[in-house]
Each structure stands twice: as structure tokens, then as C-alpha cells.
């Protein structure tokens, strides 16, 4: 009796286990927020192309050359194991950190970078332009 109480929430508990990684570590959701499951405002993490994150600092603000290399070496043989911070403000993505693994990614010639996406307003981005 004691065994049969016990077993029947351990499968349920292993089943929603499994689906809840695969969630988060598979393919990224349609839109932001509308998937993560928190009413739109966790971060999610998410591929995405170079060529859609703006990085208006990126001017303003040189990296250094022998960090972006080891970084090069790093993510070649072990791939990007900590995601860069980007904004999204109306569908726009903004990075205004990560910046040696940005460049990494660009001189690796890597299509897309992995990112934590949080959504913010105007007034945010206004805020990180300061
Ligand atoms: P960035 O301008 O990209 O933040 P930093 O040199 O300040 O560059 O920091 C590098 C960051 O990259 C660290 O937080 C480190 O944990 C992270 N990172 C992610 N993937 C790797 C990797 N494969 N090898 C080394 N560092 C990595």
C-alpha cells in the first residue's frame, strides 16, 4: 500500500521533469514572453543571428584583442557556455554587454550567438544609452 502511494507521484514528477528541460533548451519560443511561462517577463534564452542584435556602444568601446582570441580558442572547442545579455524594445534586439563574445562569434564567422533576452521599454533603452 505505502510502496503504491510512493511510486505514482515519482513517475509523474519524472515526466514533467524531462518536458520542462526539453522546453528551455530546445527550440526557441515563437515570441518572448508569450512561451516563457511567467506572463512575459523572465528572461528567455535564445539563438539569435549577429545580424539582429544592434549594439549602438559598439563604437564607443574597444575590446581587448588577446580576450577576444582566448575566447575564440574557448568557444571553438567548447562552445559559448554563458549567454550574452540583450534587450528587446518592440521587437528590436539591443546588446550593450558581451561584447569579446560578440566579436568572437563575428571573427569565427558563427551565424547566430546564444542570448538571454529580457524585455524592456523605450525608457529602458533610454536608460542604457545614458
Ligand atoms: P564579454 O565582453 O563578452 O563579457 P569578458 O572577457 O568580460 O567578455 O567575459 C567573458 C565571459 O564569457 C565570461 O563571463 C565567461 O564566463 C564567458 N564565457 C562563455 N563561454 C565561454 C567560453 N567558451 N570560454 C570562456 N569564457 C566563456
Redesign the pocket.
Given at each position: 500500500m505505502a510502496n503504491f502511494v510512493l511510486q505514482v507521484p515519482s513517475i509523474r514528477l519524472r515526466s514533467f521533469t524531462v518536458s520542462a528541460s526539453s522546453s528551455s533548451n530546445g527550440a526557441p519560443p515563437g515570441g518572448l514572453g508569450s512561451s516563457s511561462g511567467g506572463g512575459g517577463g523572465g528572461p528567455v534564452i535564445v539563438e539569435l543571428p549577429l545580424d539582429k542584435i544592434r549594439r549602438p556602444l559598439m563604437r564607443t568601446r574597444s575590446?581587448?584583442a588577446s580576450?577576444v582570441q582566448?575566447?575564440m580558442d574557448?568557444?571553438s572547442?567548447?562552445?559559448?557556455?554563458?549567454p550574452?545579455d540583450v534587450l528587446e524594445v518592440d521587437g528590436v534586439y539591443y546588446g550593450f554587454?558581451?561584447?569579446?563574445?560578440?566579436e568572437a562569434h563575428q571573427r569565427l564567422g558563427l551565424p547566430t550567438i546564444r542570448c538571454k533576452v529580457r524585455r524592456g521599454t523605450k525608457e529602458t533603452l533610454r536608460h542604457h544609452l545614458r
Open positions: 575590446n581587448d580576450k582566448q575566447l574557448s568557444i572547442e567548447i562552445g559559448l557556455q554563458v550574452i554587454s558581451g561584447c569579446h563574445r560578440y
